[in-house]
């Protein structure tokens, strides 16, 4: 089975910085696509950033370019959003989803993980 759990979401002040972590079970995540995407109330959920199995090149929402970083660490089949510079804008639920997807985050990702909350206060 697979599971994917998301946590590190909270309250900030526009400026501040979460880390997200997405714990990954049941896959390898080196071997599947796998990325970070977002919902804020009354949107479409949008991909924020999404990380190729093939080459690792990772692909940033033009809107988080330079602010966000997508890591992974495979020792702990984990993957991370670092966020800096928060917006209010940014407030949503964040997602990590694997398998299924393009490396631009397009397309329907299999696997998803329950989300965490973002708040970012102005």
């Known amino acids: 089975e697979v599971q994917l759990v998301e946590s590190g979401g909270g309250l900030v002040q526009a400026g501040g910085s979460l880390r997200l972590s997405c714990a990954v079970s049941g896959l390898t995540v080196d071997d599947y696509n796998i990325g970070w995407f977002r919902q804020a109330p009354g949107k479409e959920r949008e991909g924020v950033s999404c990380m190729s199995s093939a080459d690792a090149s990772t692909y940033y929402a033009d809107s988080v370019t330079g602010r966000f970083t997508f890591s992974s660490d495979n020792a702990k089949n984990t993957v991370y959003l670092q966020m800096n510079s928060l917006k209010p804008e940014d407030t949503a639920v964040y997602y990590c989803?694997?398998?299924?997807?393009?490396?631009?985050?397009?397309?329907?990702?299999?696997?998803w993980g329950q989300g965490t909350q973002v708040t970012v206060s102005s």
């Open positions: 989803a694997a398998d299924g997807g393009g490396v631009d985050c397009s397309g329907s990702y299999y696997y």
